[in-house]
């Protein structure tokens, strides 16, 4: 234990800082108070967590009725509320300590995927002083968990590519399955792993990459089944959720019909919806026709859908955690929403952004510049990795699967659902940080040697 803490004591004092943020956070949301909490926190897809773990304690197991939340979240509330009484607190307590890993699980992808102890433990500081994980951690809702699995998931792919052993590729489909069965987000994600690994043979080992790639897909498809098979034996459709086809149509769709027409999501709805799912009991029957509905009306605005859906993609990388801070810090602010501002152009949005920082204490500009810091150091992260065969395909893995997120969430896009792709980015940005310091040392070690 002691030459662990002497090897990587950097880092551990880079996760005390983390948990000093995050509690400060938890302490501010007063946990002692119950019933304020449940009253401020227990809303929209909270509220619907809350209410499936409360029916799996008192039933003994998931509701049959439930076919839009997958299982894991739910299943880890419910763990916690048995153990501890039914406290809220204690969830949110428990998803602070499980984002100080993946403060360590950051450092540990930093130095897995760049061989550098010092890339790590920037990349393990970027993510300690990042303040939309912190939010969430205060949140019920399915970020934290879903993040912590998924870079445990992508930390041993990384490490299956290098050894190209079919057990490694397993245990990592079998870690996006499970992250899968907390958010659905990451059910197309294994179809880029599998090209990425096929992509490594090509340095000579074709036959174990394709092996490989084959093992993941299959290591997924296995985890998720029982889920499957449960939905079609309860609806006879094997499938994952109904969550897809309706956040499609009731979302992705009617929003950009809401945008392009200049009316509410609600009159965009009825007009392409209307009466065509009523009677239809069965949600996956409802799939369908919400699909029909929603890709008709895809096919006949494809301008219109594709800018709201780069709107909304940009929207997950522009947004900062100032409105989650201030929520957070200064109870009654209504400056938080999640309603995606299509309307709003990025200079309308820069412009509010300086307007408001004096009543925002400067936090919006502040975010906003070290979000851009970070970005742009990305940039250099790849500049500097692209002689390196093995560490580009790492690199080009991480920031495809960063694209891939913010893409899925598409027109509905907000900034909750960059905090997955935050240690991935990180780990790349971290690298353009640590070159930096790296060529200012070099620099003052050949003016040492002339002096």
């Given at each position: 234990?002691?030459r662990?803490?002497v090897r990587?004591?950097?880092i ?5 800082l983390a ?7 938890f302490?501010?949301?007063q946990?002692?108070d ?9 809303i ?13 304690l008192?039933c003994?197991?998931y509701?049959s ?16 509320y048995?153990l ?8 949110l307590l ?8 993946v403060v ?11 061989e550098?102890r010092?890339t ?5 500081f970027l993510y ?7 939010y ?5 809702r399915t970020?934290?968990?879903?993040t912590?699995i ?5 930390l041993?792919?990384?490490?299956a590519?290098k050894v ?5 590729f397993a245990?990592?489909g ?11 987000a990451?059910?197309l994600?294994?179809v ?8 490594q043979?090509?340095?000579?080992r074709?036959r174990r ?6 093992v ?10 029982p ?11 094997y499938a994952l959720?109904s969550?897809?086809s309706?956040?499609?149509?009731y979302?992705s ?5 809401a945008?392009?027409?200049?009316t509410?999501?609600e ?5 392409l919806?209307?009466t ?5 009991t069965?949600?996956?029957d409802?799939?369908?026709?919400l699909?029909r ?6 096919r006949t ?14 929207n997950v990388?522009?947004?900062t955690?100032k409105?989650g801070?201030l929520?957070?810090f200064r109870p009654?602010?209504e400056?938080?929403?999640?309603d995606v501002?299509l309307a709003?152009?990025?200079?309308a949005r820069?412009?509010?952004?300086l ?11 502040l975010?906003?510049t070290?979000?851009?810091i970070e970005y742009?150091f990305?940039?250099v992260?790849?500049v ?8 580009r395909?790492?690199?080009v ?5 960063t694209?891939?997120f913010?893409?899925v969430?598409g027109?509905i896009?907000?900034?909750r659902?960059?905090v997955?792709?935050?240690?991935l ?25 002339t002096?």
């Amino acid at each position: 234990m002691r030459r662990f803490v002497v090897r990587h004591k950097v880092i551990l004092l880079i996760c005390l800082l983390a948990l000093v943020i995050r509690v400060a956070f938890f302490l501010a949301l007063q946990p002692w108070d119950e019933e304020g909490l449940k009253e401020n926190l227990l809303i929209t897809d909270a509220k619907g967590y809350h209410q499936i773990a409360l029916e799996i304690l008192s039933c003994g197991g998931y509701p049959s009725s439930e076919t839009f939340r997958t299982p894991v979240y739910p299943l880890f509330v419910a763990m916690m509320y048995s153990l501890f009484a039914g406290k809220l607190a204690a969830v949110l307590l428990l998803q602070v300590l499980l984002d100080v890993v993946v403060v360590f699980l950051t450092y540990l992808l930093g130095m897995e995927v760049f061989e550098s102890r010092g890339t790590g433990q920037v990349a393990g500081f970027l993510y300690a002083i990042s303040l939309l994980p912190p939010y969430f951690c205060t949140r019920l809702r399915t970020e934290i968990l879903f993040t912590l699995i998924l870079v445990i998931g992508v930390l041993i792919f990384v490490k299956a590519l290098k050894v190209l052993r079919p057990w490694t590729f397993a245990l990592a489909g079998l870690l996006i399955g499970v992250a899968t069965l907390v958010k659905p987000a990451t059910l197309l994600l294994p179809v880029l792993m599998g090209a990425v690994a096929v992509w490594q043979g090509r340095g000579g080992r074709p036959r174990r990459a394709v092996i490989g790639a084959v093992v993941l897909l299959a290591a997924f498809a296995v985890t998720i089944s029982p889920w499957q098979f449960r939905n079609y034996r309860l609806y006879g459709h094997y499938a994952l959720s109904s969550i897809q086809s309706t956040n499609m149509c009731y979302w992705s769709v009617a929003m950009t019909k809401a945008h392009t027409e200049g009316t509410s999501r609600e009159e965009a709805l009825e007009e392409l919806v209307g009466t065509s799912v009523e009677g239809i009991t069965n949600p996956f029957d409802q799939g369908p026709i919400l699909n029909r509905i929603a890709f008709e009306y895809i096919r006949t605005h494809v301008a219109d859908y594709i800018y709201c859906h780069m709107k909304g993609t940009m929207n997950v990388f522009l947004g900062t955690a100032k409105g989650g801070v201030l929520k957070t810090f200064r109870p009654g602010w209504e400056g938080w929403s999640e309603d995606v501002p299509l309307a709003e152009t990025t200079w309308a949005r820069t412009a509010r952004l300086l307007r408001s920082a004096r009543e925002e204490y400067f936090l919006g500009p502040l975010l906003a510049t070290k979000q851009l810091i970070e970005y742009a150091f990305v940039i250099v992260g790849c500049v500097v990795v692209f002689h390196s065969r093995e560490k580009r395909l790492y690199v080009v893995f991480l920031i495809l699967a960063t694209l891939y997120f913010a893409g899925v969430s598409g027109v509905i896009g907000h900034a909750r659902y960059k905090v997955p792709t935050i240690p991935l980015y990180l780990a790349v940005s971290a690298r353009g940080f640590f070159e930096i310091f790296e060529v200012r040392k070099r620099r003052r070690r050949r003016a040492g040697s002339t002096d």
